[in-house]
């Protein structure tokens, strides 16, 4: 409930072109930055250099150009030569060859044959060089489009593509039968946007219940599952029904945010399970910071600290 609360604070706060000037000036700062303990820097090199020292300790990575809701061709065109671009930079730099990216970035908000258009530029030439690429979930009105957009692609034979369910949206469960059917990846998350009692439950122990179910189904029928979360409980949860199940360790992965509960990473990696770190970077870093902040108030008390100690 309080949770519920803050995210939809920080809904609105993210909207604030006052506050975004004010984070823009100092959050990225070198190399203190408030902002920098979740995003990996502004520009590709910061990310790849990162993203080095995290594999070099036996991390697996997914990289996020930062950016959503464009709202011209001209700027969807823009981020999707921008993330062919990175594919390149990726292959040469030799890390990982797996990104994350939101569909409203590559023009979903302008027409979905556009978006569609860029999302297969994106995975031909990924799929030349062997990447993975999974579309992230935007808020409910995006729900149907997404699934419909991934659905589309994987039929006309892109298979390098997987997908994410909230399990906060009361449909998720249905959506994961369809998923599972078509064979597609799924990472599972509780869900970051401030979504109303009409689309999504609202307590914790309900959208903790639904996440428990849906991993179950993954462990149990999913393609190479990513179980995405910082909760020690859901964590326990997923150690315990693969030692019910005898499910081996290399079937499914744990995925967390970068500069997030880094001790839990850790704790699995030295335990031998897969962890992947999600890596944002990018200068339209806000709306994702702003997240960050709704899911976890305290965190502005780091902020707060961050700009004091600047002074
Ligand atoms: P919960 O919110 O219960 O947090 C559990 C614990 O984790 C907290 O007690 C705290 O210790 C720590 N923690 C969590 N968030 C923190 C924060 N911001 N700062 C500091 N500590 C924090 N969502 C979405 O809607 N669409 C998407 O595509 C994705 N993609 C995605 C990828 C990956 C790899 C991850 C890990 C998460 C996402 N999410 C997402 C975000 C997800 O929906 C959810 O909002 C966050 O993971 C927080 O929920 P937890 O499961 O961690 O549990």
Sequence with gaps: MLQAASRAVFHLLA??????????????AYPEGFARRFIAGESI?????????????????TLD????????????????????????????????????????????????????????????????????????????PY???????????????????????????????????RVLLLGARVRLVKGAYHEPKSVAYQTRGEVNAAFVRMMKALL????????????????????AYATERRIASDRFEFQMLYGIRRDLQNSLLQGGYRVRVYLPFGQQWFPYFMRRL???????TFVIRSLMHER
């Design 15 to 28: 909207g604030s072109e006052i506050l975004k000037r004010l984070a823009s000036r100092h959050g990225m």
């Design 45 to 61: 090199d910061h990310a790849i250099q990162t993203g080095r020292d995290l594999q070099s300790r036996g991390f697996l990575l």
């Design 65 to 140: 150009y930062l950016g959503e809701s464009v709202a011209t061709v001209e700027a969807a065109d823009a981020a999707t030569r921008e993330y062919l671009r990175l594919l390149d930079i990726i292959v040469a730099s030799g890390i990982e060859r797996n990104i994350s990216l939101k569909l409203t970035q590559l023009g979903l908000d302008v027409d979905r044959a556009t978006c569609l258009d860029n999302l297969r530029r994106i995975l031909e030439r990924g799929g030349l060089h062997d990447f993975f690429v999974r579309v992230d979930m935007e808020n409910s």
């Design 143 to 177: 729900t149907d489009v997404t699934l419909d957009i991934v659905d589309t692609l994987w039929r006309y034979d892109y298979r390098c593509l997987g997908v994410v369910l909230q399990s906060y949206l009361y449909r998720s469960e249905s959506d994961l039968e």
């Design 220 to 239: 149990d029928r999913g393609h190479y599952p990513a179980i995405a979360t910082h909760d020690p409980e859901m964590i326990n949860a997923t150690l």
């Design 294 to 300: 709704g899911e976890r108030p305290a965190n502005v």
